[in-house]
């Protein structure tokens, strides 16, 4: 993704002592082993809907006590389930020009895939391994969950991705050594993958899940790339929903929050600019004098 090419740090994890008040027990679910493989996964995408649904449901009983890293468990393995098909027909995400693109699968050869670029109507070949997830068509979840919130298989999938991205932006926040950077990262994967699929759930007529979709993907994409200090890639989601949604506060709240963080960056690279021209200086003078009295 744009912005998240360079070098990690290799700063040591930080050892923590909390109070036994802080603790809690497992919830009930957490003491059963999860094990999602690719043994288990039928070849049909209708049929891991449900189970994908109650482990999504579960993985929010854990991001609702801030429990992050086991919510992210049981979200990546919900999405395991939901993304591991491909199918002549379906959709998948693959990755073009450093950016998730969504193209429809043509036919499936020996590690070769026909696909077409559903932005563009662009033919081409890709390998399984350019394809980052599959897409489950829309209006897939079986009927007594067709009233909830996640109202088809695309829209779980979108979901899933959207809740994880909250967990990594929270874990990032909180974090100071070196999986800040790949938490912010992780971030930015989601909501990228999430905003490319949004296309293909604005079919079902609801225009309340389109636009939340689209507005948290935009907002939650736009707080990791500030948090990352690539203020340009986080000014570019943010001018998109000042102007798609001129009148949202939390949108608006994070936008001054980027001025600020902007002018206070700028300000301590002048600072570090005028010390170093300072070092150089003095560096030169004292060579300088050096020479003079050699000769």
């Known amino acids: 993704i744009d912005g998240y090419d360079d070098d990690d740090n290799d700063d040591d994890d930080d050892d923590v002592t909390v109070a036994l008040s802080f603790l809690a027990p497992l919830l009930p679910f957490e003491q059963e082993p999860l094990s999602i493989s690719t043994n288990n996964i039928p070849s049909s995408p209708s049929i891991p809907i449900g189970v994908a649904t109650n482990i999504k449901k579960e993985g929010d009983k854990l991001f609702s006590l801030r429990d992050d890293v086991a919510a992210i468990e049981r979200y990546e393995a ?36 026909d696909v077409t670029i559903v932005e563009t109507a662009e033919e081409r070949t ?39 991205s909250r967990c990594c932006l929270r874990l990032a926040e909180r974090t100071n050594n070196s999986m800040k950077k790949e938490y912010n990262r ?37 707080r990791a790339y500030m948090n990352g200090n690539l203020f340009k890639h986080a000014a570019g989601d943010l001018k998109y929903l000042s102007k798609r949604y001129p009148s949202d506060v939390p949108a608006q709240r994070l936008s001054r929050e980027l001025k ?29 004098n050096e020479e003079e009295e050699v000769q």
Request: include cysteine.
């Open 78 to 113: 919900a999405l395991y389930l939901t993304s591991a098909v491909i199918s002549i027909g379906g959709c998948v995400i693959i990755k073009l020009k450093g950016r998730p693109i969504v193209a429809e699968v043509d036919c499936i050869n020996d590690g070769d895939i």
């Open 260 to 288: 600020r963080r902007e002018m206070q960056t700028r300000k301590s690279e002048k600072k570090l600019a005028k010390e170093v021209c300072r070092w150089v200086d003095k560096v030169t003078t004292t060579s300088t």
């Open 126 to 164: 890709v390998t399984l391994n350019d394809v980052l997830m599959c897409l489950l068509p829309p209006h897939q979840l079986p009927k007594e969950q067709e009233q909830e919130e996640t109202t088809d298989g695309a829209g779980l999938q979108v979901a899933l991705l959207l809740n994880l």
């Open 186 to 222: 992780a971030a930015v994967k989601g909501c990228s993958f999430a905003l490319a699929m949004a296309d293909t759930v604005r079919d079902d007529g609801t225009a309340k899940a389109n636009k939340s979709m689209d507005y948290t993907g935009r907002y939650l994409r736009a």
